[in-house]
Structure formats: C-alpha cells, structure tokens
C-alpha cells in the first residue's frame, strides 16, 4: 500500500507514533514508523461523539430527577448496568434500581464506597449528587 | 535490572510474542509470530454486542497466537489466571524477582499511559512487565515506540478489568525457547490453519463467507436502522478494521509480510505471489474504510454509497478466496 497523507497527524494518539506494514520501494515489506490513518480519526471521533452524546443525555436525566448521579459516572465511563455490575460483584439487577434517585438517596455507605472507589471520587460526592468531569488520565 | 529487547510492533499479541522469544535467544520477526500463529482470520457475529454494536474481527481469537507458539517444540509456556488481585500481583513481583519478563493479558480502559481517545472497554490487550521501580512497573508495551512505566494500582486494575474476554489476572513467561527454529514445517502449519478458517468453516459468519455475509447485511442497514445508526454500525467495522494494533488493512498487510518473509526463507515463488495479491486484497479493505470514513463524515463523494462498499467487500471476499485457494493448494503439496 502507499503511505497515507499525515494531515491533522498525532492528534489521535497525542502524538504518539505507531508502526504499520508498508512495502517500500523494492517492493518488500518494511515495519514503517507512522501516524495514524486519516479515515482512523474520522470513525475515532464519530465514536467519542456518541459517548458524549450519551453522556449530555445522561445529564439532562439527572438535571430532570428521572436517573440518580451513578449514571452519570457509569456512562461517562463507557459502561452499562452489566458491566457495572460486574465491577462491583453485584447482580446486575441491583445495579438498575441504582439508577433510580428514589434507592439511590437511601443506598448504605458500604455501598457508595464501592462505587467511590471504582470511579476514583469521594462517597461525598456521589452523595451530594456533584457531577466530577471524567479524568481518563487521572494525573 | 533485566534487559529486555523492546522492538515496537503493530499488533499486541504478536508483538509480545516476538519480544519475548526474542529475549530467550529465538529471533522471530513480529510477522512471522502472526503467521506461525496462525492470526488471520474474519469473522462477522452480529449476536456478540460490544456497546451494542456487532462484533467484527479480523484475527482469531484472544490469545491464539500464544496459544500455537507455544506448542511449537522447545518452546515451555507458562499460563496462570488468578481469582484475587493480591496473589496476582505478588506472583507477578517473584517471577520479575527471578528476573524473567512476564506477559501480560490487560483491559486497555485502565491504562494510564494509554491515549485518552482510545480508551476503551477492550480487554484482549497484551504487554510485557520486565521490572519493577519503586511503586511502578516497567512495561513493554508492544504498540508503543519506547518502554513505558505505569503504576501498580492500575496495572492490578487493568488485569482484572471485567467485561467481553475479562483477562481475569492471565500471565504467561517462557522458560525455554529452541536455539534455532526450523521454520519450513511451522510455516506450512499456521497456512494451513488460516486457510482452514478462511475457507472451509460449516459456519457461514466466518472466513471468506463472512465477507461476503457482511456484505449482504451491509447493504441492509440504512434501511433497517436509519442513516444515523448506519453509520455508527460502519463506523465500527473501520475502526476495528483499521484502529491501532492492526498494523492496517485488517491485519491483511502483516500477513502478506509474512508470505514474503516465508517465500525468503523457503525460496518459494508462489508465496511470494501470494502476498502480492493479498497486499492488493487489503488495499481494496482500506479502499472500503476510507469510502465509510467519507460516508460518516457526511463528505461523500459522488462516487460513494452503500452499494458501491457491498460491491467493495465482495471484491474483498473474491481476492481472498483466490488467495487462500491458491495457498491451500501449496499446502497440499508441501510434505
């Protein structure tokens, strides 16, 4: 295959440089040091849009009092109820009232703590209903 | 501290291979782990949801590759999974005590060093810990272009991330590997293994039939679920198409370079040959991807619509059943 272009190169990775297989001019293939493929950062985007986009959908949710803060934290972290679930070892059902703010409000701290320290915030702020932005790179 | 070779690949599981035999003496390239490996492969299961869209793969299964090097001859694998975190990590600190370099199956979620745009819920990602510094692990990681450091915390974390393939704590090292490897009988035996799946799977979601299947549902989706989930749906297929540890093309690029390196090394013709067609097989894939990456940036060409990626694949699908034909063929004639 040909090199691609490298316009708006880096900006995927944060500027880390990959490999890809390319034949070279004698027609053998070389491991080619390379930024990502154009197209690549079309569906990338594409699927950080959607994420977002649940996650606004979440906020409205709260702000309206139909789902509890939990899901605000579960869909900024790209989760479902099962997966959730399965991430803090409780049936999944259980996870679902969760979601409600009317079980939510009453949850035990025992509880709020295992959800604390799976999204790395404070019981306080799960109880205080404070929507922390997400850190993927928790520095 | 040990020294370990750290080469940069494009896939993890392939990547990690070749490093680790590497380090026990064994020069492997990355591409020939992936064909000895037996890596190729395709497959459409719109019944296995990720984030609710249809799984699409474009190589076996998690962990295959190991899997077929490991039975090679004077090669001694060890596997472990674990149920609780801290008995996987304190066998992870002695093996490194005995300074021998472990593999790692990880979530990539939890990773810190990884880039925020692709953190996601996958689990099948390989890396190999070499050392211990302080509080921090010193990882090779093979998609990266120098060894990275992460801490203990999130390394436990990302061993027992949960969800699709949960890696449930794996780690592998090698405690022998041959001096020299006669490559000819291996390389015979990965081919034929890909071209097994490739060709004459019962099952019709798999292989070249899976292309062509794809391909038929393809052209139904922006009836079936509108123009906006349409392309959420092709979206996918690119990104797990083309999205980093692919080394392009669906992986179809690192395989031709492993018919070349084996057409080299066997003095056959024919498998050079094969790689050029493949290379043009995965040319045509990336053809694919970049007319849906136009179609979901909304900036189509005239030229671009569902029916012209149908035609696409099945141009796919014909390259590569004349390819893996051809090298049943040469398979059937190897002793």
Redesign the interface.
Known sequence: ?ELPDHSSAGE???G????????NGK???A?T?DF?????H???H???Q?IEKNIAASKDKIAAGRASCLHYYMTA???DPG?LA??TDQPRWKVCLHLLPFIFNRLSAKTLQKYAELYRISPDDLTQGRLQPLI???? | MLDFPHTQSAHCESGVAANLLTHHGLNLSEAMAFGLGGGLFFGYLPFIRINGLPLITYRAAAGQILRKIAAIDGVCMVEKKFRNREAAMAELDQTLAASIPVGLQTGVFWLPYFPKALRFHFNAHNLVVYGKEGNDYLISDPVFPAPVRCPAEDLARARFASGALAPKGKMYYLTQAPEGLELKPHIVRGIRSVCKMMLASPFPLIGVKGIRFLAKRLSRWPQRLGREKAALHLGHVVRMQEEIGTGGGGFRFMYSAFLQESAAAMQEPRLQECAAALTTAGDTWREFAAMAARICKKRGRPEDSYPAMVECLNRCGAMEEKVFTELRQWTRQQP
Request: glycine share 2%; proline share 8%.
């Open positions: 295959m995927l990775t944060d880390l440089k990959i490999v890809c297989y390319a034949v027609g053998e293939y491991l040091p990502v493929w154009q197209p690549v079309v569906v990338n594409q699927a950080w959607e972290n790209q989760m997966l399965q991430y993927p790179n928790h520095e």
